[in-house]
C-alpha cells in the first residue's frame, strides 16, 4: 500500500480537510493514475452532505478524473506510461452478470463499485475518489482522452458529459429531431452541447430569461422559457425527445405536454421523488418517461471519441483544492458556469 494525500469530510456537517488514505500497490490489471484534474460533480455535494442517506464517511468525492499512467501491472497492454487517461464514476463491477455482458456496467446485477463511497473489494471499506493524488484502477474501467481535447474541460465529461450523452444516443437522436433539453446548468449545457453536434434542432428550455444568450452560445437554435404559458402552447406537440436535467424534484406536466405522440422524456437530474404526474397527458399521445444513469465503459469511450471527433469539452471554472468548501456553497447556489474543475497540482503542492 501506498499513503498519499486527499481531501475528506468527516461528516455531513463537515468541511472537506485535507486527509491521508492508501491506495493499493498495482496488480496484474491494474492501471496507477497520477490524477492532474478532478471535476467537481453535484453528486459529490450531495455524497459529503448525505442526501441519499447512503454516505459512508470519511468521503473523499471526485469521479471526474483526468490524469497521466505512472504504472501498469503485467496484464496490462492497451495503456503505457505516460498516457492521458480518465476514470468516471465506476472502477469495477462483476463483469459475468448480465447487464456487464451487454456493457451496461452502471447497471451490474451484483453491483458495481462506484469510484468513491463503493464496496473495495482489494482493501476492505469503501472506496475513496479524484480528491487526491494517484488512483489504482481496473484497466477495464480506464478511458483514452483523445489528446487534441483540452485535458481540463475534459475532466466534467467522465460525468456529466456520459450522463447526458447516453440517453441522447440511446434514443437514437439525429439531424432533423427536435430536442428539447430541460435546465442549464453542469448537466444541460453538455446536453445542449451534445444533441446540437448530432443534429439536432435544439431547443434550450428554461425558467430564466437571463440564460437565452448562454443558451445559444452552446449551440441552442431557440430558448423556450417554461414559465411563459404562451411559448409553451406554441411548443406543445412539437418535441421528438425531451432531455429532462432539472436537479430536484418538480412538476413535470408542463413538459410532458411539449412532447410529440409516441415521444419520450428521459430523467437524469432528479435522483429524488418527483411532484404527482397526470396520467392523462401520457396516455393520451402514448408518451413515455424514463430514466437513465451515467453510461457503460463502451459507451463513455464512445463518447470520448465523439468529443474528440467534434470537439466537445465542458464549460469550467478552475478552482485549487483549498477553495472546494466555498465552491461546494457556490454550486448549491447554481454560481458556476457551469463545471467547477480541481487543478490537483495544489494538493500534491500544499
Known amino acids: 500500500m501506498t499513503t498519499i494525500k486527499a481531501y475528506a469530510a468527516s461528516s455531513k456537517e463537515a468541511d472537506l480537510k485535507p486527509f491521508d488514505i492508501d491506495r493499493r500497490d498495482v496488480q496484474p490489471d491494474d492501471v496507477k493514475i497520477d490524477i492532474l484534474y478532478c471535476g467537481v460533480c453535484h453528486s459529490d455535494l450531495h455524497q459529503v452532505r448525505n442526501d441519499w442517506k447512503n454516505s459512508v464517511y470519511p468521503v473523499v468525492p471526485g469521479h471526474e478524473i483526468i490524469g497521466k499512467v505512472l504504472e501498469v501491472g503485467s496484464n496490462v497492454s492497451n495503456f503505457e506510461e505516460g498516457d492521458l487517461v480518465g476514470v ?54 480506464v478511458l483514452k482522452i483523445p ?10 465529461l467522465l460525468c456529466a458529459g456520459i450522463t447526458t450523452y447516453s440517453p441522447l444516443a440511446h434514443w437514437k437522436i439525429k439531424k432533423g429531431d427536435k430536442v428539447g433539453v430541460i435546465g442549464l446548468g453542469g448537466l444541460g449545457h453538455m446536453g445542449v452541447k451534445f444533441a446540437h453536434a448530432m443534429g439536432a434542432h435544439t431547443v434550450m428550455i428554461t425558467t430564466s430569461p437571463n440564460k437565452s444568450e448562454d443558451a445559444k452560445k452552446l449551440g441552442a437554435d431557440e430558448v423556450l422559457i417554461s414559465k411563459n404559458d404562451e411559448e ?57 418517461i424514463a430514466g437513465s444513469l451515467i453510461g457503460g465503459i463502451k459507451e463513455t469511450q464512445e463518447m470520448l471519441d465523439f468529443c474528440g471527433e467534434h470537439n466537445v469539452v465542458c464549460d469550467i471554472e478552475m478552482i485549487n483544492i483549498q477553495d472546494i468548501n466555498e465552491a461546494y456553497d457556490r454550486l448549491q447556489k447554481s454560481d458556476v458556469k457551469y463545471r467547477f474543475v480541481i487543478d490537483m497540482k495544489s494538493l500534491k503542492e500544499s
Not at 147 to 156: E, M, R, S, V, Y
Request: proline letters at 5%; charged letters at 25%; glycine letters at 10%.
Open 147 to 156: 489528446t487534441n481535447l483540452d485535458p481540463k474541460a475534459a475532466a466534467p
Open 88 to 141: 468516471g464514476c465506476l472502477v469495477d463491477s462483476c463483469k459475468t452478470c448480465g447487464a456487464c455482458k451487454d456493457d451496461l456496467e452502471q447497471f451490474c446485477e451484483n453491483g458495481a463499485t462506484f469510484t468513491y463511497n463503493g464496496e473495495d473489494k482489494h482493501l476492505g471499506g469503501h472506496t475513496f475518489g479524484g480528491y487526491s493524488e494517484s488512483i489504482v484502477v481496473d484497466k477495464d474501467f
Open 232 to 288: 409553451m402552447k406554441k411548443h406543445a406537440s412539437s418535441f421528438d425527445f425531451l432531455l429532462n436535467t432539472i436537479p430536484v424534484g418538480h412538476d413535470m406536466n408542463p413538459y410532458t405536454n411539449l412532447l410529440k405522440r409516441d415521444a419520450t422524456m428521459v430523467i437524469v437530474g432528479a435522483v429524488e421523488p418527483l411532484d404527482p404526474l397526470h396520467g392523462g397527458s401520457l396516455i393520451m399521445g402514448r408518451k413515455r
